[in-house]
């Protein structure tokens, strides 16, 4: 059985802010997101790492 439908949206994100173009370069830039990409490694091993000891 299916819910009935409802005119209310179940969320609503017309108020959420927008990216700014210095945001939007960055997601797009494939140099920043693998410094990115190689930072969030760094901290996963050294968490690894650390719960071996």
Known sequence: MNPEP?????L???KAPLPTPKTLAQ???LPFQFLRFL???VR??????????
């Open 27 to 29: 997601r797009q830039s």
């Open 6 to 10: 409802t005119d209310q949206p179940l």
């Open 44 to 53: 996963i091993m050294r968490m690894v790492i650390r719960g071996h000891h």
């Open 39 to 41: 930072a969030f490694n």
């Open 12 to 14: 609503d994100v017309s």
